[in-house]
């Protein structure tokens, strides 16, 4: 029988990629059509209901019942319009994908006859049944079941599954007590932090700073696979990436996926997305290849963050939806081959004023420089101070693979700033003497605008190695896994930088009640923190053997895996911190501490049991398969009379393939042995760590017997589509 490798390789050369795409023409003809954005609810809503709508966008304020019920009306009118027989709150569980539970606007009335309705209740809060959604025992404390609630900040859209369309309305998932068991909710909440923080120390340079909200640009990193090829590989199918494969002849080391166009089948795929996400809002800008074959990357223009990360969440569900139309498949794991790049997701962060500042852009007088250099210095002391919980927020069994591995970011967290506002900072500290008076103005007037042309070409190439690298205007965290919601970082970013600004107004307060001239007691609290933080400031080649050793004299923390690298959302620090800024409860931490740890562990769970199925049902079997061609070969000549030496590569091979098979079967029978003893464990942590420490290894051993055999084994014989098939045809 043939293989589904072999039936997917024909129907690949017989397939016509010639896709139809819609799209053509003017993206702004089309931008949000399937948003009910402010512009659209004008239309269909009463002006107080429009107002309260308006008011409640920019601030996240209640609706009142009438007139929720007024927007809902008016929402169910615009969407049914467009053909929409559905509703759903859409919300982000902790799985890290988005979550939906359909209902019809279809109802009966008591009289039995026929309605289609939505009234305010169903807009703004929603019990899903959702109780299996991971909670971390929080919903078996508290209550049996969570709800979810209307995010106004985010505006509904109309999403098009198959022939279907449902009205999507953005919501956080709490439970009955109150406890996020979500991303958005803790998001909104440091968001919040972060604006109360920010605007308390904007007003030491301008009283009219009313606002200040996080930016996000995120950088998208994918793979794109013909689906047939995919499915035909349990192990990308149940796990998101290949346990196993030989590396191909041929990999990353030409780099001419890098510079080549795009391929077509690629090509249409990613014009079918981008029409989508047009249509939903999401202002897609850049595509092009990645590094590794068969790579690609996406990034939107950057957005206010809570509805940047709705975006991000909704973009990965599209592309993974419209990918089957063109019988692709997306792997937006972090590590779907061995051998070549992983996929991250880069998140530019900054901060922006209602006034229309970008805090994190150097400024063209010395006023906005100072205040420049405060939310600057302010960032890289938060970094420094809570490195270990910017770890935490990216840990995840995929981003282990990356982490490290020189190719992406060390597990170090440190931040890159370019050689020339390294000077700067080097010339506050050393400049400024311990009490900052007048003749140091000078300092005051760092034209560091003018030097920015410089500072950006510093930054081309050795940043790539940093996990957190200024970038002119903005920050960008590029430790984030590419399969990762972007809020679990955000959430920990805007928590410590609102804690650190909290903390410098506080200081810098003091130095003016004690006399101190305003701009004098802030130059002086940056140099303090400079001082406190330079530790942090890495230049160098964060891919080097040299940075591990240099971190390790500098006490930064090197915490190479998941288990281990969750373990300070749960420290005293953290839950003091959280708690301040109201972003997270002590039990909420716990609660989050043990999902991540869950779901590591039984990530790595599956890996194990996927990897024992496929060396059981499909690598020993094919190998012997082709042993007893050998066998059959050597007999032959044998039986024609001919001698020893002529068959001895007949025969080594047969040995080496025995060797092997027998490699791959007591290994498994180890790891299966491993994975009973970590399952007997109790608690999770401890659990999740035997997973990686006892568990884990085995998987690399496995596949190098399996890789050989692959070398091994008759091509015709071989059931899994190969590295060559997966990575180059399309
Ligand atoms: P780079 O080449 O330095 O990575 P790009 O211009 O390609 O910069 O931008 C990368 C991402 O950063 C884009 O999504 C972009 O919109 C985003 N970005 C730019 N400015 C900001 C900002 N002020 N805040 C957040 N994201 C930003
Ligand atoms: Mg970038």
């Given at each position: 029988?043939?293989?589904l490798r072999?039936?997917?390789?024909d ?12 799209g ?8 949000g059509?399937?948003?009910?954005t402010?512009?659209t ?6 002006d107080?209901a ?7 966008t920019k601030t ?8 929720a019920n ?6 169910r009118?615009?969407?049914?319009a467009k053909?929409?027989?559905h509703?759903?709150h ?7 994908t988005s979550?939906?539970k359909h ?10 006859s ?17 109780s ?19 995010d106004?900040?985010?505006?509904a ?11 999507c309305?953005?919501?956080i ?6 406890e ?9 909440k440091?968001?919040?932090a972060?604006?109360?923080?920010a605007?308390?120390v904007?007003h030491?340079?301008?009283r009219n ?12 990193e994918y793979?794109?696979?013909?689906e047939?090829?995919?499915?035909a590989?349990?192990?990308i199918?149940m ?9 191909p002849?041929?990999?990353?080391q ?5 510079f080549g166009?795009?391929p ?10 981008e ?8 202002p ?9 074959p ?9 957005e ?18 419209v990918a ?15 051998g070549?790049n ?7 962060w900054?901060?922006?004023t ?11 007088t010395p006023?906005?420089?100072?205040m ?7 960032t890289?002391?938060?970094v420094y ?5 910017l770890?935490?927020?990216?840990a995840?069994a995929?981003?282990?693979?990356r982490?490290g591995?020189n ?6 967290i440190s ?11 080097d010339?506050v ?5 311990d ?5 140091d ?5 760092l ?9 950006l ?7 790539r ?13 590029r430790a ?8 679990n970082?955000m ?9 650190k ?15 101190d001239?305003?701009?004098v ?14 530790k942090?400031?890495?230049?160098g ?6 940075w591990?050793?240099?971190a ?5 923390p090197?915490l190479k ?10 420290s005293?620090?953290a839950?003091a ?11 909420e931490?716990?609660?989050r ?5 869950e ?8 890996e194990?049991r996927v990897?024992g199925?496929?060396?059981g049902n499909?690598i020993?079997p094919?190998?012997i398969?082709?042993?007893?061609v ?7 000549l ?8 002529s ?8 040995t080496q393939i ?6 791959v079967?007591?290994?498994v029978?180890?790891?299966?042995e491993a994975?009973?003893?970590a ?7 401890a659990k999740?760590v ?13 596949r ?11 091509d ?6 190969k590295?060559?098939e997966?990575?180059?045809l399309r």
């Amino acid at each position: 029988m043939q293989s589904l490798r072999f039936k997917a390789i024909d129907n690949l050369t017989t397939s016509d990629p010639g896709v139809n795409v819609e799209g053509a023409g003017k993206i702004t003809a089309i931008f949000g059509e399937n948003v009910f954005t402010l512009k659209t609810a004008r239309e269909f809503l009463s002006d107080d209901a429009y107002k309260s709508l308006a008011a409640s966008t920019k601030t996240g304020q209640k609706i009142e019942r009438n007139l929720a019920n007024q927007i809902a009306a008016g929402m169910r009118q615009w969407a049914e319009a467009k053909g929409v027989t559905h509703f759903t709150h859409w919300f982000q569980p902790l799985t890290g994908t988005s979550a939906e539970k359909h209902d019809s606007f279809f109802t009966l009335k008591s009289d039995g006859s026929a309605l289609e309705a939505f009234d305010g209740d169903a807009l703004v809060q929603q019990e899903p049944d959702a109780s299996s959604f991971p909670s971390g025992g929080l919903r078996a404390t508290f209550e049996a079941r969570g709800y979810t609630a209307w995010d106004p900040t985010s505006p509904a859209f109309i999403m098009h599954i198959g022939q279907g369309l449902t009205l999507c309305i953005p919501t956080i998932f709490v439970s009955y007590t109150g406890e996020s068991l979500d991303y958005k909710a803790p998001l909104i909440k440091s968001i919040e932090a972060l604006n109360k923080a920010a605007v308390d120390v904007c007003h030491y340079f301008d009283r009219n700073v009313g606002k200040v909200y996080a930016t996000l640009g995120w950088e998208q990193e994918y793979f794109v696979v013909d689906e047939g090829l995919a499915n035909a590989r349990p192990d990308i199918v149940m796990t998101g990436r290949t346990v196993f494969g030989h590396t191909p002849a041929k990999g990353q080391q030409m780099e001419d996926h890098y510079f080549g166009s795009i391929p077509e089948r690629v090509y249409a795929f990613m014009r079918d997305y981008e029409y989508e996400a047009y249509r939903l809002g999401i202002p897609l800008r850049t595509r092009h290849n990645e590094v590794a074959p068969s790579q690609f990357e996406c990034a939107p223009i950057f957005e206010e963050l809570n509805l940047a990360v709705d975006h991000n969440t909704l973009l990965m569900d599209v592309m993974s939806r419209v990918a089957k139309r063109h019988q692709l498949k997306v792997l937006l794991h972090e590590k779907p081959f061995a051998g070549i790049n992983g996929s991250g997701k880069h998140n530019n962060w900054s901060l922006a004023t209602d006034t229309g500042i970008n805090l994190l852009a150097p400024g063209k007088t010395p006023k906005t420089n100072l205040m420049f250099l405060a939310f600057f210095v302010n960032t890289i002391k938060a970094v420094y101070d809570h490195a270990d919980l910017l770890r935490a927020a990216i840990a995840s069994a995929g981003n282990d693979h990356r982490l490290g591995a020189n190719e992406a970011p060390p597990a170090i967290i440190s931040a890159y700033i370019g050689q020339y506002l390294f000077k700067v900072l080097d010339e506050v500290e050393s400049r400024v003497g311990d009490k900052f008076d007048e003749q140091d103005e000078v300092m005051l007037k760092l034209d560091i605008h003018k030097s920015i042309p410089e500072l950006l070409l510093d930054n081309t190439d050795r940043n790539r190695t940093s996990p957190f690298a200024f970038t002119g205007h903005k920050f960008e965290f590029r430790a984030v896994g590419s399969a990762a919601n972007c809020a679990n970082g955000m959430i920990i970013l805007n928590t410590i930088m609102a804690e650190k600004l909290s903390t410098f107004k506080k200081e810098v307060d003091a130095l003016i009640e004690k006399g101190d001239k305003k701009e004098v007691a802030i130059m002086q609290v940056i140099k303090n923190y400079i001082k406190d933080s330079k530790k942090v400031l890495f230049e160098g080649d964060g891919y080097s053997e040299e940075w591990q050793i240099e971190a390790a004299k500098r006490g930064l923390p090197n915490l190479k895996t998941t288990p281990v690298a969750l373990d300070p959302l749960i420290s005293k620090k953290a839950a003091a911190l959280f708690d301040k800024h109201n972003v997270y409860t002590h039990a909420e931490l716990e609660a989050r501490h043990e999902i991540e740890l869950e779901k590591y562990l039984k990530t790595v769970q599956i890996e194990g049991r996927v990897i024992g199925d496929l060396a059981g049902n499909h690598i020993i079997p094919a190998a012997i398969r082709y042993q007893n061609v050998l066998i059959q070969n050597i007999k032959g000549l044998k039986d024609i009379g001919i001698k020893e030496p002529s068959y001895a590569a007949q025969l080594s091979i047969l040995t080496q393939i025995s060797e092997h098979i027998n490699k791959v079967k007591t290994l498994v029978e180890e790891m299966t042995e491993a994975r009973k003893e970590a399952n007997a464990l109790t608690e999770t942590r401890a659990k999740a760590v035997a997973y990686c420490d006892k568990v884990n290894p085995y998987f690399d051993e496995i596949r190098y017997h399996v890789d050989k055999l692959e070398l091994l084994v008759d091509d015709t014989e071989w059931e899994l589509p190969k590295y060559r098939e997966l990575l180059f045809l399309r």
